[in-house]
């Protein structure tokens, strides 16, 4: 059994892997549940290697993102593959021993999913959300299902992180862009807010869509701090072929609450990245044939840190 692209990759689908490559791979991966979603869905995180550098990387903040979640998950499973068995994965032999070389000196903490409830509706509708208050108050918000970013309340996580940012808005008249009832509101902020201060780490990558592009750039911080993402930022672009966002628009006059690398930026000051995949043009429901290409874009780029 080995993880395959080009398919719906569903929320049972992922807790089936989370569990079969914990199995197959107890040798240098681990499996933990981190938090539950309001439906009360597991957001799982998967540590990969034997350092004691560690690193995070994220996907499926937003809901309708749905291309990077199996392409993390089949990036861990190929790690996985190349460090305990290389001769029986199809890599190039440079990338073989990057990774053997990494793991020994890092771990990469995966959470593939942070946003399982939004991640649901996005694929197969408002009916995936069990409970029945939650349901129809997202069904009221009167957005098509396939264009749900939101987690299974109709809060934008990306917007939920405390911040210098942060700013609240209705959701009646601003829904789009709805930060929370209060920075780091939501259960899955939590979650990943936890993670962020529980484990040292040297540095942080969240993957979204569409774009292609990376974002580096932090008005709250330092020179130096923005000196350090530039350069972390270029890298990605040699590997990804993707474009460097530009500094004014990493965040502008009407942005509301706090993101991902705001929040890690500004309480672990160490590099923070947005990637963005799939092209800016792609349609809503992002087509699993993304999944593929995406892969081979992205597969190198845990380890600039």
Same mark, same amino acid.
């Given at each position: ?10 929320? #049972? #689908? ?31 995180? +998967? ?46 032999? &440079? ?17 593939? +999913? ?46 939920? &992180? ?144």
């Amino acid at each position: 059994m080995s993880i395959k692209l080009g398919r719906q990759y569903y929320y #049972d #689908d992922f807790i089936e892997d989370c569990l079969h490559l914990k199995n197959q791979y107890s040798e240098i991966l681990e499996v933990e549940e981190i938090g539950k979603s309001y439906d009360t869905r597991k957001i799982m995180m +998967l540590k990969l290697g034997k350092g004691t550098k560690n690193i995070i990387c994220t996907g499926g903040v937003h809901a309708r993102e749905t291309i990077n979640t199996i392409v993390l998950m089949k990036m861990a499973e190929t790690y996985c593959q190349a460090f305990l068995n290389p001769d029986n994965v199809e890599l190039e032999e &440079f990338l073989k021993k990057k990774i053997n070389y990494y793991l020994e000196e890092y771990s990469i903490y995966f959470i593939p +999913l942070l946003n399982p409830d939004g991640y649901m509706i996005s694929l197969k509708g408002f009916n995936e959300i069990k409970n029945e208050e939650l349901r129809e108050y997202n069904k009221n918000m009167k957005i098509p299902y396939y264009e749900w970013k939101y987690n299974g309340r109709g809060r934008d996580l990306n917007r939920n &992180f405390p911040s210098i940012t942060w700013r609240s808005k209705s959701p009646v008249k601003d829904a789009d862009i709805y930060s929370g009832d209060y920075p780091g509101s939501e259960l899955e902020t939590k979650a990943l807010m936890e993670v962020f201060q529980k484990i040292t780490s040297t540095g942080y990558i969240d993957y979204h869509s569409r774009g292609k592009v990376i974002y580096y750039y932090r008005h709250a911080m330092w020179n130096a701090y923005n000196v350090r993402q530039k350069e972390l930022a270029l890298e990605l672009s040699r590997l990804t072929g993707y474009y460097l966002g530009n500094p004014e628009d990493e965040f502008k006059p009407d942005q509301i609450g706090g993101n991902t690398v705001h929040y890690y930026s500004e309480y672990i000051e160490n590099p923070a990245l947005t990637i963005e995949t799939v092209s800016e043009n792609a349609s809503l429901p992002l087509d699993v044939n993304y999944q593929l290409k995406t892969y081979q874009e992205i597969i190198e780029t845990p380890f600039i840190f």
